[in-house]
């Protein structure tokens, strides 16, 4: 004679109907972390090359154009550069700074970019950046009228 328990602990192991429901409430927590993680990884790494060239490509407007001659319209231009790429900076996190020497480069100009990158990893994922600067450096040139 069986237990009655042990019939219903029999069905339950040999019964298939719940298996690929249960495998999916396993895998899916996992799956979709890894997935929102690569995405936020990405979205930090784009974000961290565009202050890079919009630091560059300021410092450049520095040293070679006439339209990047006063700190009001640097911080401009590299507010401008940011939003072609879809990426709000303020004004006040540009930092311009003329005839200094930067990475080796005696007289350059260097423009220091800071930004706040929010993420929902910010609580997961311990050192996940919440802010980010970026420093560009170009040479001067000398001025052709002096």
């Not at 192991?13 to 995405?39: D, H, N, S, W, Y």
């Not at 060239?53 to 006063?70: F, G, N």
């Not at 401009?76 to 990475?103: Q, S």
């Amino acid at each position: 004679m069986t237990h009655p328990l042990r019939k219903i602990c029999v069905f339950l192991l040999r019964c298939q109907k719940a298996a690929a429901i249960t495998e999916f409430a396993l895998v899916a927590p996992i799956f979709l972390m890894g997935m929102f993680g690569i995405i936020e990884t990405s979205r930090l790494l784009w974000t961290k090359q565009t202050l890079d060239e919009v630091a560059y490509a300021t410092a450049r407007c520095m040293s070679v154009s006439t339209s990047c001659t006063t700190a009001a319209t640097q911080k401009d231009y590299a507010v401008a550069r940011a939003g072609r790429y879809g990426l709000k900076i303020l004004a006040a996190n540009v930092t311009p700074t003329a005839n200094t020497t930067c990475n080796a480069l005696p007289t350059a100009n260097q423009i220091v970019v800071s930004q706040t990158f929010n993420s929902v990893m910010d609580g997961f994922v311990p050192g996940f950046p919440a802010s980010m600067t970026a420093t560009g450096c170009y040479p001067r040139y000398p001025d052709p009228a002096s």
